[in-house]
């Protein structure tokens, strides 16, 4: 009785598989790789004294830099959750500012969170400058967090670089863990089929 042969055509997709595999658990390394390095700019950009200002019209690369937005005229309100600066849930509030600057994607406006509490309900806050630090979210991928609280409201929790998921780790595990696993099924198939 002769031994079957290898199937070429499967172990070659097994392999181009395998292969692709390993090969998104390496870019997951580099994301991780990156992702600490973008972290690490943030906590230096916490610790430096410049003042952002005029306030860009692309901020994303000024995140957790501090600024000084002019919010001419507040034209809506948007109550999210959100912690206070000792670490109690309540509600963020965000105001929708008319902004002096030209930001074309966004209609000219910007957010600002004034402060928290644990009402929904709007304050009551007609616009002025603000002095805060640039964070990542709302509609835009930022906001301006307040550094003192605006309206009569409290304090929100400061926002800290440490708080970005970084689980590109996690991610690569995974995918070698999937390589592996896709090897020792098709062995296991292989054996099986020699029977």
């Given amino acids: 009785m002769t031994a079957r042969r290898v199937p070429i055509f499967s172990t070659i997709v097994v392999l181009a598989a395998v292969a692709t595999m390993i090969a998104l658990g390496v870019w ?62 309540g509600y963020a509030h965000v105001a ?14 910007g957010e600002v969170v004034v402060g928290w509490s644990r009402s929904p309900d709007s304050p009551t806050w007609a616009g002025g400058e603000v002095a805060g630090l640039i964070a990542a979210g709302g509609k835009y991928g930022w906001r301006v967090i307040a550094n003192q609280p605006l309206a009569g409201l409290q304090p929100m929790a400061k926002p800290d670089p440490a708080d970005l998921p ?9 995918w070698f863990f999937f390589a592996l696993t896709a090897l020792v099924i098709y062995v296991l198939a292989l054996r099986r089929r020699r029977r």
Avoid at 96 to 109: D, S, W
Avoid at 166 to 174: D, K
């Fill in 96 to 109: 929708q500012c008319e902004g002096p600057y030209a930001m074309p994607r966004q209609g000219g406006v």
């Fill in 166 to 174: 970084n689980n590109h780790l996690a991610y690569a595990g995974q």
């Fill in 28 to 89: 997951q390394l580099g994301r991780k790789a990156e992702k600490e390095a973008l972290i690490a700019q943030y906590q230096a950009a916490l610790q430096s004294s410049d003042v952002i200002t005029p306030f860009p019209s692309i901020p994303q690369g000024f995140l957790f830099r501090a600024t000084v937005y002019p919010c001419r005229k507040v034209i809506g309100w948007e109550a999210i959750s959100g912690r206070s600066a000792n670490g109690q849930s």
